[in-house]
């Protein structure tokens, strides 16, 4: 199976940065994107920043020029620079892979995953 394990996450006062990052552990072949979500207390979960195997990057238009998605793809991880945070960023953040090809040990699959998620906090 394939997990993805974040960590980077917790308090910061408005003004500050975080940086979140997650690793996707497994027999990987191939991830073609790979980024973050986050969900608010009684809100939806919704898109934060995505990049691509190529490089490709979409942010929400919330986080554009303060947020920065980053990617080793030989180590199967994605970063999340988050700058000049907001009480609004508060959420749950949960790393995301999706396109993930990999060995079950029987045979191979594609499929998308989620971290567990982690807790990003901004104080006023």
């Known amino acids: 199976q394939v997990q993805l394990v974040e960590s980077g996450g917790g308090l910061v006062q408005a003004g500050g940065s975080l940086r979140l990052s997650c690793a996707a552990s497994?027999?990987?072949?191939?991830?073609?994107?790979m980024g973050w979500y986050r969900q608010a207390p009684g809100k939806q979960r919704e898109l934060v920043a995505t990049?691509?195997?190529?490089?490709?990057?979409n942010y929400a238009d919330s986080v554009k020029g303060r947020f920065t998605v980053s990617r080793v793809n030989a180590k199967n991880a994605v970063y999340l620079q988050m700058n000049s945070l907001k009480p609004e960023d508060t959420a749950v953040y949960y790393c995301?892979?999706?396109?993930?090809?990999?060995?079950?040990?029987?045979?191979?699959?594609?499929?998308?995953?989620w971290g567990q998620g982690t807790q990003v906090t901004v104080s006023s």
């Open positions: 497994g027999s990987i072949f191939s991830i073609n994107v």
């Open positions: 995301a892979a999706d396109g993930v090809r990999y060995y079950t040990g029987s045979y191979t699959r594609l499929d998308a995953f």
């Open positions: 990049v691509t195997s190529g490089g490709s990057l």
